[in-house]
């Protein structure tokens, strides 16, 4: 009787050593999910170059919050609509405003010699904190200054991102090279020209259609990977 005990006992355990073992994923899906928005949202400050990183509800900022508004009107819209591809528009003009003023600083720095250095220079993200900055009132100084002796910012209130920028060439003893630099290339305009007025309606709004068309389909991938992070953030 014994014997039979053991017996049982011995083919039990190697039965049940057949069973495969449940094997625990080593990465969860909700760690997939971050990953993947946090990779969204990368994305979405690069084309979007936001004036206030640090908003990420980008409502602090009339301008963020314009181009925000746009953005979250187009995921709304049916793709390959007239409305969206002139939504598409103007969502792409306002980027690309941003990246000319960017354009400006990147060839300043690289003027100044920053030819390695300017693209890490330039690198302001919602994860760069006010309370990193060195020198934040000179810093403040010195954007407003840019606003007023020059036209870097086309005459329009400065981006406060650019205050991480300043900090850094403060900390780097170039700050002030940089300004007069911006002075030489981009002098304040005293005597802007007008815009000529009595332009015929008709002509404007088919320029403006033929400008509509000619948004790329990069672009519009782009401002679909918007969309996604919009709504997976509301999540």
Known sequence: MGDR????????????????????????????????????????????????????????????????????????????????????????????????????????????????????????????????????????????DLAQQTSIFENKIPAERYIFVLDRLITLDAAEDFLAKAKTYYPRDQSPELETEGEDSAAVLIKKSNEINLVTDEELEEIDEDALLSRSLEL
């Not at 980027?95 to 693209?119: I, P, T, Y």
């Open 5 to 144: 005990n053991i017996f049982y006992r011995i083919c039990c355990s190697c039965c049940g050593g057949d069973e495969p073992e449940e094997k625990t994923p080593i990465i969860s899906g909700d760690t997939l999910l971050y990953f993947a928005q946090e990779a969204q949202r990368r994305r979405s400050e690069q084309a979007n170059l936001w004036s206030e990183p640090h908003d990420t509800s980008h409502m602090e900022r009339d301008d963020d919050r314009e181009l925000y508004n746009l953005l979250q009107k187009r995921a709304k819209t049916r793709r390959g609509s007239q409305g969206y591809r002139r939504l598409s528009f103007d969502i792409h003009a306002v980027r690309q405003e941003r990246r000319d003023v960017l354009g400006k600083w990147k060839m300043l720095l690289e003027n100044l010699g920053f030819h390695a250095e300017s693209d890490m220079l330039l690198n302001v993200t919602s994860a760069t904190l006010y309370s990193s900055m060195r020198n934040a009132p000179q810093a403040k100084k010195l954007l407003d």
